[in-house]
């Protein structure tokens, strides 16, 4: 059978083992965010096997069977280049005729290996005139027509078994160590936001930690007072709101591996805050925004009390840690455009 089908429908062929879960690994389901366009991770990945389905490529590895002269044993070689024989190389050997044998070889021989755009064809000699089976670089493909029982036979005969964790062939997966409790993660990039990843045994989503404490740690001189300050304290609290609310989390969910140990996520926004220039503490426990932005809003009352009221909804969840949401997000995006066009007219009056 050849894998040269289009799929129609959104499930993927069924394979003679467990599979990781099309989504990624240990990952808290209900906080992932699926990308623009995207109905599940299984729909994303039937999508791209059938963008880049086998007989769409044009470059492919010929594999093929050389028999033994005993006939006994059978090599599985791969045409190196097709037009000198002598550069082929020898990938596995096993016994008879083994076509299992020499799809789980084929797989594992370019384990690690990103090959979309490459096809694979398993032929009967090195001229490849009626290839066995052709396929994707992918799981669903390598075990086409691979019983569950040629997997524990392999497996007991000759220690074969498919190297899974090697053949995300597409680079459909993104991995990293929680930061926190060390446990292994990893999310299809493919299908959501990388950064809706969540640990399910810690909650702390560990690629949102890396990059907002990569961030942080340019305006941490604003709270600290030492250092080289290269991100002003407004930049950093509203660019760190915008991305915590575009995913729904808060400061909980952070681990400070970029900052240092007595600074939390939470107290290093409560400290850009603090220093905020358009954010200034006001009576009451309310916030007012900044001079040069109240003058720019003087002709309109109601835009004015709209972001006013916004800000300081903003400014208590902030102190608060969170959970932040798109509408917090869409308030951070707000200030910021309200500020530069302040700043801008300023500049034009001067």
Known sequence: MNDLIRLSDVHLPAVPIVLPPHEGQNLEASALILTHGAKSAEQVIVDFRNRYSPESQRWFRRYYLKAHRNRD???LRYAWNLDIPSTDRTVGIFKGDDLAAAQILIGNNMAGAW????SWHLCEDRDGDEPVAIGRFDPWSLLQDITPADIVRL???RGLVPNIEGWDFDNFYMHRKCPSCGQKISINMFAFNIDSAQCNKCGVRPFLSCALGRLLHLAL???TGQGEQILSADQALLNTVEWLGDV??????????????HITPHLMLEGLLKNSRLLAAAPEGRFALAPTVMNHLADNQDSASMVIGAANLLAKT?????????THAATARLLQLVERDALKALKELN
């Not at 090959?115 to 490459?118: D, F, K, Q, T, V």
């Not at 400061?251 to 140990?261: A, G, N, V």
């Open 248 to 261: 729904n989390a808060g400061t909980d969910h952070l681990h400070q591996e970029e900052l240092p140990e």
């Open 73 to 75: 044993r059978t090599s």
């Open 155 to 157: 497996r007991d005969a």
């Open 115 to 118: 090959m979309s755009s490459i």
């Open 221 to 223: 001189p604003a709270v």
């Open 318 to 326: 902030i102190q608060e840690g969170g959970p932040f949401t798109d």
